[in-house]
């Protein structure tokens, strides 16, 4: 059901707010117009499932992540302290049983992550009307549930959603190709493209310059193409990343079905930067959270409760990444050596450690330049260009292995490149396969053909099972996956009933 939240905030709240507010313009955060709520525990766990929304469709993960928030928070396991949205005005929910304390670290927390979906260029392209969005989809499926039955209904969204990460996550930043196919060429166009494969020359020369035997051959080797092309009538004419656009545009899907999965598709793309900017937002929203907190926002009996809670947000552990903590912290870095100088030509050519250890230029350009990060990066970029040895070694970070003979997780490098290339790897596409469809004409059959660029990491068998199942109940024909299994190239089939993994000859 829908999560109605529309209350007045508490007046001393309000006054936080407001002085939260000031002190994150002043220091230059520019952001929408943010809309605060007070809700309860039960009600944040609501929004929480629902991806930050009162509304969504009718589906039961939602159900199921909501009871999982609210086990972990009658066990006294995990806490939500605040939740916001990446909309035009943002929406920010308050948990009413927070101290004040607590309220106002996630004020300033929430314009920090609000300054950050307004600015960062993985977030421009991004529907800031969502919230209506989110609605009219769930009204949407509604109909269709009490027109098809919902069992009927949740089927097919159970299959969508298993695809859900089988799109492009850089198509929202390039120019979408024309979908309506070229005209076919006449017989003057066909003239035309006979004297683009001509090099320019004198009538005296073009027998010599332009052979006509050559042109000829190349001629009748385009028709050849062309023709094998049309007989086997094999689509698209390049790999396609986006899976879902690719169902979409050629799949025998009934119309609300085409509308359903159109909305996953949709709402994949809206969540799509969230991902692609983790340890970015919630380091940028931290950074800011500490600077006005520790600068204006405390009184003395309120810092040892701050020191606590944010403390525990920053804490780490041996087999977990903290966005929070990696963040934060390379934010600080950046401001650091671009205040000092630690930069450039000049620095990276010094051999001599010590001068390197109280190297400062006092150029003071620190903060000039993690707006300039904050603007333009995403985790994969933030990572490549700013992690550095010497953060590494401060952090004390390293790359760990399961080791199954003592079943315990030990320390296997703590090499600068081994750390960078592994938290790279996990960050490239989420640390998601990349797939993308090779031919929707496989065999001439009407198969679907898809293609898994192997890097070094192979598909979970039982996920890419699954994966087939829900594609074939899509394409209505077999579908098939080339990938790499115990470094033999393979292909994973499923035609319906049965599948079959077999040596790609």
């Known amino acids: 059901m829908p999560v109605s939240t529309h209350r007045p905030l508490p007046s001393n709240i309000a006054a936080i707010q407001c002085e939260m507010e000031a002190h994150a313009a002043s220091y230059g955060l520019d952001f929408y117009d943010t809309i605060f709520e007070f809700v309860n525990y039960e009600e944040l766990s609501m929004i929480a499932a629902y991806g930050g929304f009162p509304t969504r469709y009718p589906h039961w993960r939602f159900g199921a992540q909501y009871d999982e928030l609210m086990k972990g928070y009658t066990y006294g396991l995990q806490k939500i302290y605040e939740m916001v949205i990446n909309t035009d005005p943002c929406y920010a929910y308050l948990l009413s049983c927070n101290s004040l304390t607590d309220q106002k670290l996630v004020i300033a927390h929430v314009y920090g992550h609000c300054d950050f979906f307004k600015n960062n260029a993985w977030f421009s392209p991004t529907n800031r009307k969502m919230l209506d969005q989110m609605a009219n989809h769930a009204s949407r499926v509604k109909r269709y549930i009490d027109r098809y039955g919902s069992e009927t209904v949740e089927e097919f969204i159970d299959a969508c959603l298993s695809l859900e990460d089988l799109i492009d996550s850089h198509l929202p930043h390039v120019k979408k190709q024309q979908e309506e196919a070229p005209p076919k060429p006449d017989k003057e166009d066909e003239d035309s493209q006979e004297s683009t494969r001509k090099f320019p020359s004198k009538d005296y020369m073009d027998p010599y310059i332009n052979p006509p035997d050559v042109l000829q051959a190349e001629a009748d080797e385009e028709r050849k193409t062309q023709e094998n092309k049309e007989k086997s009538r094999s689509f698209p004419d390049t ?267």
């Open 239 to 505: 790999p396609q990343r986006d899976v879902l656009l690719f169902l979409l545009e050629h799949a025998p899907l009934k119309s609300w079905q085409h509308d359903v999965l159109s909305i996953i598709r949709n709402e994949a793309y809206y969540f799509l930067p969230q991902g692609q900017t983790k340890i970015m937002n919630e380091g940028w929203a931290s950074y800011w959270h500490s600077k006005i907190m520790t600068s204006h926002g405390l009184t003395d009996a309120e810092v040892i409760e701050y020191a606590d809670h944010h403390s525990g947000t920053m804490a780490t552990s041996r087999n977990r990444l903290n966005p929070y903590k990696l963040g934060i912290e390379l934010f600080k870095d950046i401001e650091r050596r671009w205040d000092q100088g630690k930069f450039g030509p000049e620095y990276e050519a010094c051999d001599d450690m010590h001068e390197k250890a109280k190297w400062d230029r006092q150029l003071g350009k620190g903060r000039e330049k993690i707006f300039e990060v904050r603007r333009v990066h995403n985790d994969v970029t933030f990572i490549d260009n700013f992690l550095t040895p010497e953060f590494c070694i401060e952090q004390n970070f390293f790359q760990y292995r399961y080791n199954e003979d003592t079943n315990y997780y030990e320390i296997a490098d703590r090499e600068f490149n081994s750390i960078k290339q592994q938290l790279l790897n996990n960050l490239t596409n989420h640390g998601r396969p990349f797939i993308h469809v090779l031919d929707g004409n496989y065999r001439n059959r009407g198969e679907l053909y898809l293609f898994h660029r192997f890097q070094g990491t192979e598909l979970k068998q039982d996920y890419a099972e699954d994966t087939l199942v829900n594609l074939e109940k899509l394409w209505s024909r077999p579908v098939h996956i080339e990938t790499v299994v115990d470094e033999t190239p393979t292909i994973l089939s499923y035609d319906g009933s049965e599948h079959e993994s077999n040596p790609k000859s």
